[in-house]
């Protein structure tokens, strides 16, 4: 059974960091895009970025670039969001996703497995 568990959510101030986790249980983790999305309150779901079953290719939206790093330990099974400078607009509850067909989806509809979420709110 595929599960995917986040984890570090928090309330933080803006300026702040935060770094969460997504660990992800069953044997496809290591030829599985994972991809990190978010929601906001009254607001659709939202790619955040995605990085590849190797690592070796990751991609933003503009509005993360420059503060946002996903990156993935294979040997933990995990896939990590490093979160800098974060601002109001980042408060939402943020979502893991994988596609265990490994290939590269820009939109929830690519990812079939999905973790519970993890809140995230930035105070002023």
């Known amino acids: 059974q595929v599960q995917l568990v986040e984890s570090g959510g928090g309330l933080v101030q803006a300026g702040s960091s935060l770094k969460l986790s997504c660990v992800a249980s069953?044997?496809?983790?290591?030829?599985?895009?994972m991809a990190w999305f978010r929601q906001a309150p009254g607001k659709e779901r939202e790619l955040v970025g995605v990085?590849?079953?190797?690592?070796?290719?990751?991609y933003y939206e503009d509005f993360v670039k420059g503060r946002f790093t996903i990156s993935r330990d294979h040997a933990k099974d995990t896939v990590y969001l490093q979160k800098n400078s974060l601002n109001t607009e980042d408060t939402a509850v943020y979502y893991c996703?994988?596609?265990?067909?490994?290939?590269?989806?820009?939109?929830?509809?690519?990812?079939?497995?999905w973790g519970q979420g993890t809140q995230v709110t930035v105070s002023p």
């Open positions: 990085i590849s079953r190797q690592g070796t290719y990751t």
């Open positions: 069953g044997p496809f983790f290591n030829s599985a895009t």
């Open positions: 996703a994988a596609d265990r067909s490994g290939s590269i989806s820009y939109t929830p509809q690519g990812y079939q497995y």
